[in-house]
């Protein structure tokens, strides 16, 4: 087992004191912190931090559940077959924008268009329902349960920290999401949001450069050199 000293890493994203991950608070600008209570930085406004496991905050995953079920509820009105075929299209239409455009402007949505597919695979639909104009409605309620679900794993594994204080609760960021955040808008996931201004956020993207071939669809045969170029890009889609 190696052993690990913090003194020997130089590094913007572990606490100088501790070693461990520093996260950002929500002043402006934002201060450097640290989770670890018996550290310099941790923030001297916290009582502790909330435990997000289902035993601390049993309300938080039955609200998620009982989204769950409402969605598969209406999957089972929908007309066999639909609720495929549009997400299949809305997929395409983002994948075409991607590809032509170099961005992807709804994220959110693609994330949701999978979401939906795989729970069309799980859940059968057995109504008659074929509007489009409730699949987008369908569509926003699996985007928004999604994003609730994501949002718990965020707190489950402590890339967004809750505090409490006197005043109430106060999130804690961790700093490292600023350049993944920044990796994210340079292969074009994200392109509506604004980041933080900050230089070398990603101080490794010429090694992702160098290992990333560039595209030439005129002589593509096959998806093999899609999928060097795009693999990483379904690993963070999740």
């Known amino acids: 087992m190696i052993d690990y000293d913090y003194n020997n890493f130089d590094s913007d994203y572990l606490c100088p004191y501790c070693g461990g991950l520093l996260y950002l608070d929500t002043a402006t600008p934002p201060n450097d912190v640290c989770i670890n209570k018996n550290c310099q930085l941790w923030p001297r406004d916290f009582n502790s931090l909330i435990d997000a496991t289902e035993t601390e905050e049993p ?4 609200e998620i559940q009982d989204e769950e079920k409402l969605l598969i509820d209406e999957i089972h009105r929908w007309k066999p077959g639909r609720l495929a075929r549009y997400a299949y299209k809305g997929r395409r239409e983002l994948i075409t924008l991607l590809f032509t455009k170099g961005i ?135």
Do not use: C
Request: glycine content about 6%; charged content about 30%; proline content about 4%.
């Open 104 to 238: 992807m402007p709804l994220i959110d949505h693609f994330i949701a268009l999978g979401e939906l597919l795989l729970m069309t695979n799980k859940y059968s639909s057995e109504g008659t329902i074929d509007d489009m104009g409730k699949f987008r409605l369908l569509l926003e309620d699996v985007r928004r349960w999604n994003r609730a679900q994501r949002n718990l794993e965020d707190v489950q594994n402590k890339r967004i920290v809750f505090g409490r204080t006197e005043s109430g609760l106060k999130p804690l960021l961790i700093k490292y999401s600023k350049a993944f955040a920044k990796f994210q808008k340079e292969i074009g996931l994200v392109s509506n949001k604004e980041l933080l201004p900050n230089e070398s956020l990603f101080p490794y993207r010429d090694l992702e450069a160098a290992v990333t071939p560039e595209l030439d669809f005129a002589r593509m045969t096959d998806g093999k050199e899609m999928l060097d170029r795009f693999w990483i890009l379904s690993l963070q889609s999740r």
């Open 59 to 62: 309300r938080i995953y039955k």
